[in-house]
């Protein structure tokens, strides 16, 4: 048998149990599970850290920032947009993004994100 499981079936039912029915729903875990995901990939990170200290920038700025195309920052925004991490909204030819409550809350908890000049 393998180190990492019991040799002996010894459930504390009432203790599992407990814990066990106090789990958020199957969906909502889903949900989180992709917010964390979203946050998963390298250049979202960067563009998320990008967006935590730069409050709001449009893609040119957020391309030129991570080191990116266009086109792939789009993307990459897209699905932190679809994860529910990030706003957008259109300022006359240009899209704005931001990191949304979530987004910001997420990011902290994830990596422990501290902005210049906040307390630690």
């Given at each position: 048998?393998?180190?990492?499981?019991?040799?002996?079936?010894?459930?504390?039912?009432?203790?599992?149990?407990?814990?066990?029915?106090?789990?958020?729903?199957?969906?909502?875990?889903?949900?989180?599970?992709?917010?964390?995901?979203?946050?998963?990939?390298?250049?979202?990170?960067?563009?998320?850290?990008?967006?935590?200290?730069?409050?709001?920038?449009?893609?040119?700025?957020?391309?030129?920032?991570?080191?990116?195309?266009?086109?792939?920052?789009?993307?990459h925004l897209r699905q932190l947009r679809s994860a529910g991490l990030v706003d957008s909204r259109r300022d006359g030819k240009l899209v704005m993004y931001r990191l949304n409550t979530t987004g910001h809350r997420?990011?902290?908890?994830?990596?422990?994100?501290?902005?210049?000049?906040?307390?630690?």
């Amino acid at each position: 048998m393998g180190d990492d499981r019991c040799e002996l079936l010894c459930i504390d039912f009432d203790h599992a149990e407990g814990l066990r029915t106090a789990l958020p729903p199957a969906d909502e875990l889903t949900q989180r599970a992709e917010r964390l995901r979203a946050l998963g990939d390298p250049t979202r990170l960067r563009i998320a850290h990008a967006l935590h200290v730069g409050d709001e920038l449009c893609v040119c700025d957020l391309a030129w920032i991570v080191g990116s195309s266009q086109g792939l920052v789009s993307h990459h925004l897209r699905q932190l947009r679809s994860a529910g991490l990030v706003d957008s909204r259109r300022d006359g030819k240009l899209v704005m993004y931001r990191l949304n409550t979530t987004g910001h809350r997420l990011l902290d908890a994830a990596v422990g994100t501290v902005v210049e000049g906040e307390p630690a």
